[in-house]
């Protein structure tokens, strides 16, 4: 069955620094998601992306984080600047077109800023 | 009101029990639902779309009420392979996916 494929699955950085979370999405889906988990803390959207642009983002989702798709296989969540804040799990998801198709989560990258 | 609302339990249920959990959403022009289940540390993992006229697979039903504005689970027969955090999920129109803060379950041998 395909999947969604998240690398790193754990990165540990220095505050302030930047870092790329890679994300594979499933091959023929079309619209892309990250969310963000704190530890014990609900699933948080951050953005959608279709078409090559973000269709939706969250107030999280400030001028810290960009995302890319810089190839057709992969999206990327950029965030500059990192904050000790930033420490979480992020997840991305990718569903098929059609309204009502469920989004499938790749297994996540653990992020810890120190 | 929180745009989708669930009792965080914990819910402590023995093997065979039936169990039930209840989500509300604010946004009345709310269109996709869905019950996803988190075990710890880990992906949401989907484990049924809710279809307005209910669903049923396996030991699991879905129904959703529109008119109040809340979808439920109603699991048969737990296993002990149910424990997890149940996650309630709603597309609230446009591309926005909001979900709940989860349900615990514990099944009890």
């Known amino acids: 069955e395909p999947e969604v494929t998240q690398t790193p699955s754990h990165q540990v950085t220095q505050m302030g620094q930047e870092v790329i979370l890679r994300c594979v999405p499933i091959?023929?889906?079309?619209?892309f998601y990250w969310y963000r988990q704190i530890l014990g803390q609900k699933v948080e959207f951050l953005v959608s992306?279709?078409?090559?642009?973000?269709?939706?983002k969250s107030e999280i989702f400030d001028d810290q984080f960009s995302v890319e798709r810089p190839d057709g296989s992969n999206f990327t969540l950029k965030i500059r600047s990192t904050k000790l804040e930033d420490s979480a799990m992020y997840f991305c998801a990718s569903r098929d077109r059609g309204q009502g198709q469920p989004q499938h989560f790749g297994d996540g990258t653990r992020l810890s800023i120190l | 009101r929180k745009e989708v609302e669930q009792d965080p339990g914990p819910f402590n249920v023995p093997e065979g029990a039936t169990v039930a959990f209840n989500c509300t959403y604010s946004n009345s022009a709310s269109q996709s639902f869905f019950w996803y289940r988190q075990d710890c540390r880990k992906e949401p993992k989907l484990l049924m779309s809710?279809?307005?006229s209910g669903n049923e697979d396996g030991r699991f039903t879905a129904q959703l009420n529109r008119a109040s504005q809340y979808i439920s689970l109603l699991i048969r027969d737990s296993k002990l392979s149910d424990s997890a955090t149940y996650l309630c999920v709603v597309n609230a129109g446009g591309f926005k996916t909001i979900f709940g803060a989860g349900t615990r379950l514990f099944v009890k041998a």
């Open positions: 809710v279809y307005s």
């Open positions: 091959s023929n889906h079309l619209y």
């Open positions: 992306f279709y078409n090559n642009e973000i269709s939706e």
